[in-house]
């Protein structure tokens, strides 16, 4: 089975050519951070994850989280993992220093969870809720619930949840039954069921945070009734030590095609009405607080997709090096060949490396947009990039998770019938994949936030004003010459189709939700791809200038290629999804449910 290797030169590459390290480095905000120390970062967050990360994937694959008398028992090795994990205070690489965070830029952050959930996505899951849940109660929590957990949380020390789903209401969250009932003190009793928990309960931390979305007395109906509390399993005392239990349990672990490592929970909360919680912010903001942890998680998970694609690809580039069979006409009988050798395998690989330099450029960017949006000094540029967040966070979570599962499927067949054979590796990388698109808001969500919440924004001007942004790359690509003549065509023939697109949607939408809705997927695919286009040969530009300057690093003429091949193989595929995502609902909704099942 193949060894992980960090794709460091990728990550800089990506960091200090598409994204601008240096500038966000520059900010105040940053003053602490330099190019040199996310380097160091980097390395060391790199050895982590192919030395003592890596070596569990398979392992906990196969042996998989236990629940026995209420407790979770994660996969051997994963408990001494984590305690190494918070020990080299990786949990805190992006928060607040105040509370004892690295304060490093969210796209430093991203880089280094990138490598966490190649390494293990199984493992890393956990971290990456927590993450969001700091995030949530940091923006909205009372100084008193800061005080007592985000120092905690931050270090990795306690771990948080989030607690949405419930049986009858799965995304549709406004459906929920939990409730809420204030218990006199200024604490609330919590009652009711939650499923897809993630690490809700487990052996690695000592205490989990559950951020829990609930039903007040007399809450409206739907999301505007929605509320969010605190829950954590040990109450914590005044002085910030453990106390009593709380009134809460898993009950069950669900078993799952993926991820076997990372237990999936069913908490049942106030089985003996004494389960208490704490409300964050006011009542009935639950789902907008919520939403903060959200977007965090969204991205986490277009950012698992990118991982696994990465790791996918390293492992089926790795067989097909080593694995000899075939040969080309006129060799001998009794010769062969790598399979790597073979034209249908060379675009396969082809396809994989491009697919997951293409994705990893997109999340990348949508980071140094949360780093600005949060940090720049200049107003117009922070609600410019808050902007730019919103527009590209459905994107970056559907794209790559969407590539994730098309990648790790590629790098089965190459693995040709031994893909199908568990022990090879290769399957887990589809089945830990197939998640990605479902969870955090299914892609089909994505598709629909896209279309209608996201073109409108300040009547469409957000979109086209980054459109106008992706063609302004023609100037440039002129200036190349022949070498990015059919790339420059392509990605012109792709604006024009997504501009045409973008139009219909934000003309149709107001007249005629379903049929928007009805072409949201297929525009969605279309959006990220062409951006993809554009982001691709942004890097096969820099490395090219880099070539010309006289850098000598060996990965830039491939880097030149890799981003051609993306432009002039990959990104022709969209051409007829602009058609597609303006066909509108006629055929969609043309038969009934009972002719849909004859």
């Known amino acids: 089975m193949a060894d992980y290797n960090a794709p460091l030169r990728d990550m800089r590459f990506v960091l200090n050519n598409l994204v601008d390290l240096s500038a966000l480095c520059a900010l105040d905000a940053y003053e602490h951070v330099d190019p040199e120390m996310v380097d160091v970062v980097l390395e060391e967050a790199g050895k982590m994850a192919s030395g003592v990360l890596a070596p569990l994937n398979h392992s906990g694959d196969r042996q998989g989280s236990v629940l026995k008398d209420g407790e979770v028992t994660t996969p051997d090795g994963f408990k001494e993992a984590y305690r190494e994990y918070v020990e080299g205070g990786w949990n805190g690489v992006p928060f607040d220093m105040e509370h004892g965070g690295g304060g490093l830029p969210w796209v430093v952050a991203l880089a280094v969870q990138e490598m966490w959930s190649s390494a293990n996505m199984g493992f890393t899951l956990c971290p990456v809720l927590n993450s969001g849940a700091v995030e949530l109660l940091g923006a909205h929590g009372s100084d008193e619930l800061k005080a007592t957990y985000l120092e905690k949380m931050i270090s990795g020390e306690w771990t948080g949840t989030m607690n949405l789903t419930e049986p009858a209401a799965g995304s549709d969250v406004g459906a929920l039954r939990t409730k809420a009932v204030p218990a006199g003190d200024g604490t609330w009793r919590i009652s009711g069921t939650k499923i897809f928990i993630t690490y809700g309960e487990h052996d690695m931390a000592e205490n989990i945070v559950h951020l829990v979305l609930a039903r007040t007395p007399d809450a409206p109906a739907g999301t505007k009734g929605i509320s969010c509390f605190v829950v954590p399993k040990f109450l914590v005392n005044d002085d910030g030590s453990l106390g009593a239990r709380n009134d809460l349990r898993c009950v069950s672990l669900e078993h799952k095609l993926g991820i076997h490592a990372s237990p999936t929970c069913v908490m049942s909360f106030g089985d003996e009405g004494d389960c208490v919680g704490y409300l964050i912010g006011e009542e009935n903001r639950g789902m907008r607080y919520m939403f903060t942890m959200m977007n965090n998680a969204r991205l986490a998970v277009g950012l698992q997709g990118v991982s696994v694609a990465e790791r996918a690809t390293q492992h089926a580039l790795s067989y097909a090096v080593d ?167 392509q990605l012109a023939t792709g604006l024009d189709a997504l501009e045409t697109a973008t139009g219909w949607m934000l003309d149709t939408l107001p007249r005629d939700y379903n049929e928007a809705a009805a072409g949201a997927t297929p525009y969605l695919r279309l959006f990220s791809t062409v951006t993809g286009g554009y982001l691709m040969a942004c890097a096969g530009l820099a490395a090219r200038d880099r070539v010309r300057a006289g850098d000598n690093d060996p990965s830039l003429p491939a880097k030149v290629t890799t981003a051609r091949f993306f432009c002039e193989q990959l990104l022709p595929q969209v051409a007829g999804l602009a058609d597609v995502a303006m066909g509108g609902k006629d055929l969609m909704f043309a038969l009934d449910p009972e002719q849909l099942a004859s």
């Open 323 to 489: 694995r000899q069979q075939g040969r080309h006409p006129g060799m001998a009988a009794d010769q062969s060949v790598a399979i790597i050798e073979h034209a249908d395998v060379r675009r396969n690989v082809m396809t994989m490396r491009a697919y997951t330099e293409a994705v990893r450029a997109l999340v990348y960017l949508t980071g140094e947009a949360i780093d600005l949006s949060h940090s720049h000094p200049d107003a117009d540029i922070r609600d410019a990039n808050r902007n730019l967040v919103e527009l590209l966070t459905p994107l970056a979570k559907a794209w790559p998770t969407d590539v994730a599962c098309d990648v790790a499927s590629i790098g089965v067949q190459i693995h040709g019938g031994m893909g199908f054979i568990e022990e090879t590796g290769a399957a887990q990388y589809y089945r830990d994949a197939r998640i990605t698109p479902i969870y955090e808001g299914t892609n089909g969500i994505q598709a629909l936030d896209l279309v209608g919440r996201k073109l409108p924004m300040n009547g469409g001007e957000v979109v086209r004003e980054f459109i106008t942004r992706m063609r302004g790359l023609d100037g440039r690509l002129a200036e190349a010459g022949d070498d990015f003549a059919a790339s420059r065509k």
